[in-house]
């Protein structure tokens, strides 16, 4: 009798580790699917980020709606024309707090030619009356012409 208890149990622990092993599989395989499928964040060799093409070059309050507007320019890539998605971001003071939430707001800056520099504004929130604002890049991504 005792032969067949532990032969019962090994019988169940195979079937657990079968599901364990069957339930990663549905939960890990459609992750590496789309990180595969997505290129892995992975630039082109020798592409440089787009961070580097764009700049903010004024931070202002504007006096009517007290909202903050950051004007954000785009300088073009030697590669081609194409389309900047900038991420603005907008806080009290230039220093990040660990763990601090800010405003952010995007902008999108079409038809960028090689070599040429475009402008556009962000339109942030309702900014407080005693502070100035600081604003600065967040993030930025570049996307060719077809």
């Not at 580097?52 to 081609?80: H, S």
């Not at 600081?134 to 930025?140: H, L, R, S, T």
């Amino acid at each position: 009798m005792a032969v067949s208890v532990s032969t019962s149990a090994l019988k169940w622990q195979g079937w657990l580790v079968g599901l364990v092993t069957l339930a990663g599989l549905l939960v890990f395989a459609p992750l590496g699917l789309y990180v595969w499928a997505s290129g892995g964040g992975q630039r082109a060799a020798g592409q440089r980020p787009a961070v580097e093409d764009v700049r903010v070059t004024g931070c202002r309050i504007d006096p009517a709606g007290r909202r903050v507007a950051a004007a954000v320019e785009a300088t073009g890539r030697a590669e081609g024309a194409g389309a900047y998605v900038v991420t603005v971001e907008f806080r009290d003071r230039a220093a990040a707090e660990p763990g601090g939430r800010t405003a952010q707001s995007l902008v999108k800056i079409p038809g960028v030619a090689p070599g040429a520099t475009e402008y556009a504004e962000a339109l942030g929130p309702v900014w407080p009356a005693a502070t100035t604002p600081w604003c600065g890049i967040a993030a930025a991504e570049f996307t060719a012409a077809r």
